[in-house]
């Protein structure tokens, strides 16, 4: 019990630096998905209908996530040395697979009898990709969106290990003084705040996808 | 043919056609039409030439795998080409854009394909959309289409596809394909996916729709019974979509040119030809009646005098009320009018003869009763009448194809 | 085991699947033989020197084994008879907590977890030292090592458990049924026909797994409990670049040398048939 009253203490004598912290943390989260989302939609659609090139690209996207976050993290280092950048690269990386994945999976499962439909009319290969096709596969494209954004929040938490920031800087600053006075409060400061910024922003993605997806197939 | 000419007409079961689809234009030309897939092996679809009359059904029918849906899909180049041309309304179609092609075309396919995520409304709205129809006009056409297949536009026009059975589902499909009014609608086993009894009744609405709206239609299916029905005329294939025969459904079921279209159209196909004949075309001898009124002893000598074993007596109205056979005659325990078999089975002028076999199965004499529409007496008509029919038939089907037989030799040099 | 015959390797295999298998040690290996060539020519500083001595480099990738193999065994022990028991008619009540529990658990960062688990645990398991960063570059710490151990069990336990599940209730009811109608008793039904049935995703449960846990192994330093990732901290403190990538890279081969072990594992254990 006392130990939450002084979490609670904690925060509420913090928050300008946690708000701070967490918008760091949230606009590297953000600017990551964004990023990965765009670039892993476009290739699940360059590459959905191309045997080879799917499985080249799955593959990869999958070794990626295989590879230890940390890990990652640090191969980034000689190339763009410390600081968020290293962690960006890394962590849309990682952003990569669910979404490609899922975007493969969701145009995979479109109806052919609908594609052919569409084609049966006159819709050029275009058209068909934007009006039936994408829209028919976005209630899943949105779940990998957000299964990425769940899982890089949480490992943004390390970006602080390789000089960047965010929200891990709490953990950090616990970890390097535990023992001392507040030195728990700010570990679970950084990690109850990641949690909250990831049950967020899957909330806020979770409203977008439902808004944007016809009633039709909800 | 028949020496009574009612108008042209689709029959009750939309049966009976009385015109020949070829004497109207050439909407669709095939000329030597091919489809191979891997150089040098056999081809899907060996080079076909085929005519598609302005505003007939024509159906493609044959076994499975005999390239049926692949010649359908080369009419709106789903499948391009590999050779031949396609003529379409005296317009070589082969090399334009496809898109644009497929624009004219309406398609339907049995699973249909409606867009899920688009209103039933957007969906019909697809092709007017794509041609840069504006909002208000493709509103309203689809509107006018829902009304045209049966759906209350109020009550359908937002509503998603999830939330029809499979019937209306294809009622839309078939909107949807009319939408921008094409003068021509390929059509892939529409009614394959639904029950029997929704099959049935999808037909007849379609045949329906068809009257009123006159499009020219490809028509495919594997199911013989179904092209006897929908098509104005049928091609039966055989594998590479090679045609074994092209003609009426009436001619095909009388006159099968080879074993193969035997088979295909299988048993019962006499029975089946009874469809496209009406008792209208019978020539209906004469047959002993007598009134409510007619004396028991004239009853009788009416009887005696004629060659047949059954009086049928008709009402004050002159409608058709009871059978009478001797037995009924000699039974003086009731008046005549209370003795001898009600009359329940009458057809009407314009029914066909397998109608007329029906009633005549069903009734206690053996023989079926026609009436005007107003359910007064018109005759009889016997098996005996019908057997002379179906020989009649085949007759004509047969000289037809000796005619035909006798005009190629002739042309070929 | 001996070694299968072509037939049945054909039979067994899917031909692609087990060229991947043979082809991603030999591309490991490959990859490590030229790494460390590349290395043993470039001109290392005498700090990069003593951070990337054999000795260390082989201690800690035996750490990070033993902390993946250690956890991965502990996952299993706990996930699947847990799993397995959320299932049956009477655990079922707590399947749908379990799951959203599961799922809420994505959300936790490693990191945040490992350093609750040390400030937690660490009165249990040993003092926690003041300065256990500098500490842990290159000592064993016994206490770090079984702290790493459950926070990774904690972490991977969800996965497995919602694998375990899934791959449970999603037998076909049908086949039970006729388990049942056959005269098998609840747990014939089980042992006999679901938990054979399931083991595909439960396998897959536990190569990710043990994924998840090579992976977390590698933030055991934080906590003193060793790992290539020591190499990694160390690099990144000494502004050695050579030394981070060298850590980078020999974590990335281990942990995808681990997925491959998985990946095998996945296709000897899965029953013929499915």
């Known amino acids: ?218 | 043919m028949s020496e009574t000419t009612s108008t042209p007409q689709v029959g009750a079961a939309g049966m009976v056609s009385d015109r020949d689809p070829t004497d109207a234009p050439v909407m669709i030309h095939l000329d030597g039409v091919e489809k191979v897939y891997t150089p040098g092996a056999a081809p899907a679809v060996e080079k076909l030439t085929l005519d598609v009359h302005k505003g007939e059904i024509l159906v493609l029918v044959g076994p499975s795998g005999c390239g049926k849906s692949t010649t359908l899909r080369l009419i709106n180049r789903m499948i391009e080409p590999t050779a031949g041309r396609i003529i379409f309304d005296d317009e070589d179609v082969t090399d334009i854009d496809a898109n644009e092609l497929r624009r004219r075309i309406g398609y339907v396919i049995q699973r249909i394909g409606l867009f899920p995520h688009q209103t039933i409304a957007e969906n019909i709205g697809t092709v007017p959309r794509l041609l840069g129809w504006d909002a208000e006009r493709t509103r309203k056409r689809s509107d006018e289409l829902l009304d045209l297949v049966g759906l209350e536009p109020g009550i359908y026009r937002d509503r998603y596809p999830k939330e029809l059975s499979g019937g209306q589902a294809q009622r839309v499909g078939v909107a949807r394909a009319l939408a921008a009014d094409p003068p021509v609608m390929l059509m892939d086993e529409p009614f394959g996916a639904v029950d029997p009894i929704t099959r049935d009744r999808l037909q007849n609405e379609f045949l329906r729709l068809q009257a009123e709206v006159q499009k020219t239609i490809v028509f495919v299916t594997h199911d013989i019974d179904e092209a006897v029905k929908m098509g104005d005329r049928i091609a039966i294939l055989r594998e590479r979509s090679v045609v074994a025969q092209l003609d009426t459904p009436a001619r095909i079921l009388s006159y099968p040119v080879d074993d193969f279209v035997d088979d295909f159209i299988g048993s019962g196909s006499t029975l089946k030809g009874l469809h496209f004949e009406r008792v209208s075309g019978l020539a209906i001898p004469e047959y002993p009646v007598v009134r409510r009124d007619t004396p028991r002893e004239e009853a009788r000598r009416i009887l005696d005098m004629s060659d047949f074993r059954w009086l049928l007596m008709l009402d004050e109205r002159g409608r058709p009320a009871r059978w009478l056979n001797e037995t009924h005659l000699a039974d003086t325990s009731r008046p005549l009018h209370e003795v001898g078999p009600v009359v329940r089975a009458v057809v009407e002028r314009n029914a066909t003869l397998h109608d007329a076999l029906e009633a005549m199965i069903t009734s206690s004499a053996g023989q079926a009763v026609i009436v005007h529409r107003d359910g007064t007496y018109v005759g009889v008509v016997q098996i005996e009448l019908l057997t002379e029919v179906i020989g009649r038939m085949r007759r004509e089907a047969r000289k037809h194809y000796e005619d035909l037989e006798a005009t190629q030799t002739t042309d070929t040099p | ?274």
Do not use: C
């Open chain 1, 1 to 218: 019990m006392d130990g939450v009253r002084s979490l609670i203490g904690f925060i509420a004598d913090n928050t300008s630096g946690i708000l701070e912290r967490t918008i760091e943390h949230a606009t590297i989260v953000l600017g990551v998905m964004l990023v990965a989302t765009v670039f892993s939609v476009v290739l699940g659609i360059a590459v959905q209908n191309r045997g080879l090139a799917k499985q080249v690209s799955l593959g990869t996207a999958g070794v990626l996530l295989t590879i230890p976050s940390l890990a990652l993290f640090a191969i980034f280092i000689p190339l763009v040395g410390i600081g968020n950048r290293p962690a960006q690269i890394a962590l849309f990386l990682y952003a990569i697979l669910p979404i490609l994945r899922n975007t493969v999976a969701g145009l995979d499962a479109v109806d052919p009898a609908i594609v052919e439909a569409a084609q049966g009319m006159g819709m050029g290969q275009f058209q068909q990709l934007v009006r039936v096709r994408i829209p028919l596969a976005w209630p899943v494209i949105i779940a990998g969106v957000r299964v990425s954004t769940q899982l890089i929040t949480g490992v943004a938490a390390i970006a602080v290990l390789v000089g960047g920031g965010g929200l891990g800087a709490y953990i950090q600053r616990g970890l390097t003084s535990l023992g001392n006075p507040f030195s728990i409060e700010r570990v679970w400061t950084g990690t109850l705040f990641i949690i909250l910024l990831a049950l967020v922003l899957d909330a806020v993605l979770g409203a977008i996808g439902r808004r944007t997806t016809s009633p039709g197939i909800r």
């Open chain 3, 1 to 274: 085991m001996s070694a299968p015959t072509a037939t049945t390797t054909v039979r067994r295999f899917d031909p692609r699947a087990e060229l991947g298998l043979i082809v991603t040690p030999v591309v490991l290996g490959a990859v490590f033989l030229a790494y460390w060539g590349w290395l043993g020519g470039q001109d290392l500083s005498s700090q990069a020197e003593s951070a990337l001595t054999t000795t260390n480099l082989v201690r800690q990738t035996g750490e990070q084994l033993s902390i993946t193999a250690l956890s991965t065994i502990g996952v299993l022990l706990i996930a699947i008879p847990l799993g397995i028991a959320l299932t049956r008619p009477r655990g079922k009540r707590f399947a749908g907590p379990a799951l959203a529990v599961a799922n809420a658990g994505q959300a936790v960062p490693a990191y945040g977890l490992l350093v609750l688990m040390l400030a937690i645990l660490g009165g249990v398991f040993g003092r926690a030292n003041d300065n256990i960063l500098q500490n842990t570059l290159g000592v064993w710490l016994g206490p770090g090592l079984v702290i790493t151990v459950i926070s990774l069990i904690l972490f991977a336990i969800l996965p497995v458990l919602r694998n375990t599940m899934v791959g449970l209730t999603q037998v076909d009811q049908d086949v039970i049924e006729a388990g049942l109608g056959m005269g098998m008793t609840r747990r014939e039904v089980l042992l006999r026909i679901e938990l054979p049935l399931a083991v595909p995703v439960m396998l897959a449960g536990v190569r990710t797994a043990l994924v998840i846990n090579v992976g977390m192994a590698t933030l055991a330093f934080l906590i003193g409990g060793g790992g290539l990732g020591v190499t990694i901290r160390s690099g990144i403190q000494l502004s050695q670049n050579l030394v981070v990538l060298t850590g980078g890279v020999l974590t990335a081969l281990l942990a995808l040398g681990i997925d491959w072990i998985g990946g095998v594992a996945e296709r000897l254990l899965r029953p013929k048939g499915i």
